[in-house]
Each structure stands twice: as structure tokens, then as C-alpha cells.
């Protein structure tokens, strides 16, 4: 998965072929068409198990107590503003257009999992009081999501993209309703 996840960061999805993945990985390429139905399935098992390493799991989103839920979207932040998940996420995303069948997999096995998580979190902290009851969670979600992905590909070149994140979230929840007064510096 290794191989899998460099081959694919460093050379997109047409650089990262079960042969070049099984040459870097030390394999045979049977070994891999034993334990993955594509290509696909490799990349997105190998960009999930990276997601995960960082600590940020679903069972972590789920487990997460609703007084909680904002110092770890905060903290994540600092997870996503590394350089390796801003070159991952951008691979990820330029190749939609050229493999869609990628970004299907992944919404599919990993990525809806993940959001329908993120809703549950959000829905726990509105039944604590912390979020208006009149809010559209799936709305909330999407714009937070959208917000990260796009401080995310955007920054501009040397600023301090953690910051500007954490900042940019901050301001986010403060505007969605929530009590932003425990991770507000």
C-alpha cells in the first residue's frame, strides 16, 4: 500500500499501474490481483489506511463527545495542513476527470462513512445544546468540509496554512451558531 499511495501522490493515477506499484512494492503483480479486484481499490485502501495513521478515524468522530467536537475539528487543522495530505488530497481530486472510477471507490468505501460520521457528530452536539435546533446539519457539514478543502488547494504559497485554517474554521462555527469560547484564542 506503501508503493500504492507514493506511486500515486508522486504520479497521479496513471503513474501508479499495478506494475510499476508491484516493481516498487517488491511483488508479484499477483500478489496484488489477489488481495484488490483493481487498481482502484488498491489506491483508495492505501489513501485511507494514510488517513487513518494520522489519527483522524471515524471511530475517533464518532467517539468524540459533543463538548469535544470542536477542538477536534480545530485540532484537525494541524493534520490537514500537512504538506503530504495537501499533495494527496490534491492528486486525489485532479483525478476525477481522468479517472472517476477512483473517486467512486473512494466516495463509496471510505468517504461516505466518513461524512455520514462527521453528520452524526454534528447532530450529538446539536442535541447538547451547543448548535441552533433550526441549523441544516447536511448544509453545516458541506460547508465545513468545503471551507477545509479549499483553504486547503488554495492558500497562497508560504503563508502558514494551519493558522489561516484553524482562523478560517474558528470563524466558520462562530458564525454557524456555535460556542467557539473553548478553542477561540
Known amino acids: 500500500m506503501r508503493a500504492a499511495l507514493e506511486l ?6 496513471s503513474g501508479a499501474s499495478i506494475e510499476r506499484i508491484a516493481k516498487r512494492a517488491g511483488v508479484a503483480k499477483t500478489s496484488i490481483y489477489r488481495r484488490w479486484s483493481s487498481r482502484e481499490a488498491l ?9 487513518n ?3 483522524f478515524t471515524t471511530d475517533l468522530v464518532d467517539s ?9 475539528l480545530t485540532g484537525a487543522c494541524d493534520m490537514v495542513a500537512r504538506p503530504e495530505i495537501r499533495r494527496l488530497i490534491a492528486r486525489l481530486i485532479g483525478s476525477i476527470p481522468d479517472c472517476p472510477k477512483l473517486i467512486e471507490v473512494y466516495r463509496e468505501t471510505y468517504l461516505l462513512p ?15 445544546g451547543l448548535l441552533a435546533a433550526g441549523v441544516d446539519l447536511e448544509v453545516l457539514a458541506d460547508v465545513i ?7 486547503l488547494l488554495m492558500s497562497r504559497p508560504g503563508g502558514n496554512l494551519r493558522d489561516e485554517l ?3 474554521i474558528i470563524s466558520l462555527l462562530r458564525h454557524a451558531g456555535f460556542d467557539i469560547s473553548a478553542v477561540a484564542q
Open 8 to 13: 500515486f501522490i508522486e504520479h497521479g493515477v
Open 53 to 55: 495513521a494520522t489519527g
Open 145 to 151: 468540509i468545503g471551507a477545509v478543502m479549499y483553504h
Open 166 to 168: 484553524r482562523d478560517h
Open 64 to 72: 468524540t463527545p459533543p463538548q469535544d467536537f470542536l477542538k477536534l
Open 43 to 51: 489506491l483508495a485502501q492505501a489513501i485511507e489506511v494514510f488517513r
Open 114 to 128: 466518513r461524512r455520514q460520521a462527521f453528520g452524526r457528530a454534528l447532530e450529538r452536539a446539536r442535541a447538547a
